[in-house]
């Protein structure tokens, strides 16, 4: 193997591995409890989005 392709492996490997790791540790997203991304025109408002909005 050549040091590209050495390289490409350990980035993939190391990808793999830590999406494998995230997934076993985090809590399983509430699909039903999250707030709207966009609330465009729902009359809800959103609470997810940038930090410094005003709460």
């Known amino acids: 193997m050549t040091t590209t392709h050495q390289l490409q492996a350990v ?3 190391s ?3 830590f999406l494998a790791w995230d997934f076993k540790t985090s809590t399983p997203v509430d ?3 999250e707030p709207p991304l966009i609330a465009a025109g729902s009359g ?3 609470s997810g989005g940038h930090c410094s909005m005003a709460k």
């Open 44 to 46: 809800q408002a959103t």
């Open 31 to 33: 699909l039903r409890n």
């Open 11 to 13: 980035f993939w490997l």
């Open 15 to 17: 990808l793999a591995a």
